[in-house]
């Protein structure tokens, strides 16, 4: 018993140590700061811990903390699904349907190129390049046993790129046209508090029927249950609450939980980490960086196209389809007066759709490549 108290403060002593690191990054104004920062901390702590800091965390961090942080983010990723994002889906489901499946199948190619010209495997290349957000990916990777390491690093590299080179590019398309970015799509407005409740009440509910998606996702082995099994307990709650709530659901769900999942997520995976995992990383980013570049180069391709047959502005189609992440599109497109809810619901909508197809098809790929080595081993011993 003193043993296991004693593993649970150090812990928690660590998972304190990590959100420092977090808080320093969110300062620098970075959106997601919060997890890269404790991510990079518990990186630096678990492969070169101090002698006197009172780290002890050899195996990485209980698998507890992780799933809390995937609940977390799960009830905050469905949060986001409300009726706004549901009526501008409705209004353009073809052109985004369309657009990010092509998106989806775009990256499955940059990940295919990532493991043809580096040390990747292909399950590794795939994650590490899938446009589904820097917080939900190495989650899955550490869900389907691919290196962390490298799904992490491309992942924040591709955020870096887009959030550098997107913003700056439409900022001088704006500056040089003399228009600003806004659509003729009206902008729907927010959800306001459901039936005169307070909007404390509904929290509970809604992290029981988070739990309840997770418990059931478990049960019938859907892949990371405890983030996608909460999204969708979320989703299905505030869908089915419209029958006896006239306006969108809302509730209290502080930014400071959202922090808190955020340290947990990049604690847990950063305290996994090994000096193994960075083998071949040179080459793996060479590559990536590469590959990254010619989907932002595709996907502003397809934003054009979009922006000329429809009456979305250019500025708003190339956030709304960038493989960025929903907080930095929807901050660029504020910025440049592009319709922010469209920008909000297309990488909202993209990243879920990521998440709900993408390990699913990484068990098919995982599964296909055991197969194959087990009839190698067979054919090589006959």
Not at 177 to 194: D, F, H, Y
Not at 203 to 224: E, H
Not at 322 to 351: N, Y
Request: charged share 10%; proline share 4%.
């Amino acid at each position: 018993m003193k043993a296991t108290t004693s593993d649970l403060l150090y812990q928690i002593w660590f998972i304190i140590l990590c959100g420092l690191g977090g808080l320093l990054l969110s300062l620098m104004g970075l959106p997601i700061g919060w997890m890269i920062g404790s991510l990079i901390f518990a990186c630096l702590l678990s492969l070169w811990p101090p002698k006197k800091s009172g780290v002890n965390v050899k195996k990485g961090l209980n698998r507890f903390w992780f799933l809390i942080g995937q609940y977390l983010l799960g009830i905050e990723l469905g949060r986001n699904v409300n009726m706004s994002v549901m009526t501008i889906f409705q209004e353009n489901w073809i052109t985004v349907i369309l657009v990010i499946s092509t998106s989806i199948l775009f990256s499955f190619g940059t990940g295919l190129f990532l493991y043809r010209f580096s040390r990747a495997d292909k399950l590794t290349g795939l994650l590490a390049t899938s446009p589904g957000g820097i917080a939900t990916m190495p989650a899955i990777a550490e869900e389907v046993g691919a290196n962390i390491g490298v799904v992490t690093a491309v992942q924040a590299m591709r955020v870096f790129l887009v959030v550098t080179i997107i913003p700056v590019v439409l900022f001088c398309i704006v500056n040089g046209s003399g228009t600003e970015g806004l659509t003729s799509n009206p902008v729907v407005e927010s959800p306001i508090q459901a039936a005169g409740y307070p909007l404390f009440v509904w929290t509970i509910p809604i992290m029981l029927a988070a739990f309840a998606g997770a418990f059931i996702g478990k049960r019938i082995k859907l892949p990371a249950p405890w983030l996608i099994g909460s999204l969708l307990g979320v989703i299905i709650f505030e869908s089915a609450s419209t029958t006896f709530v006239d306006n969108t659901l809302t509730f209290f769900w502080p930014h400071s939980i959202v922090v808190i999942g955020q340290i947990l997520i990049g604690t847990s995976i950063g305290s996994r980490f090994r000096k193994s995992m960075f083998i071949g990383l040179k080459r793996i980013m060479i590559v990536s960086t590469l590959g990254t570049l010619l989907l932002i180069g595709a996907m502003y391709f397809c934003a054009y196209i979009v922006s000329s047959f429809t009456g979305i502005s250019l500025v708003t189609s190339v956030l709304a389809f960038a493989p960025g992440g929903v907080v930095e599109m929807s901050t660029a497109a504020v910025s440049l007066h592009a319709d922010s809810t469209f920008v909000v619901a297309v990488q909202t909508l993209r990243i879920i759709m990521v998440i709900l197809l993408l390990p699913s098809f990484i068990k098919f790929i995982h599964k296909r490549e055991v197969a194959k080595k087990a009839n190698a081993g067979t054919s090589i011993v006959g």
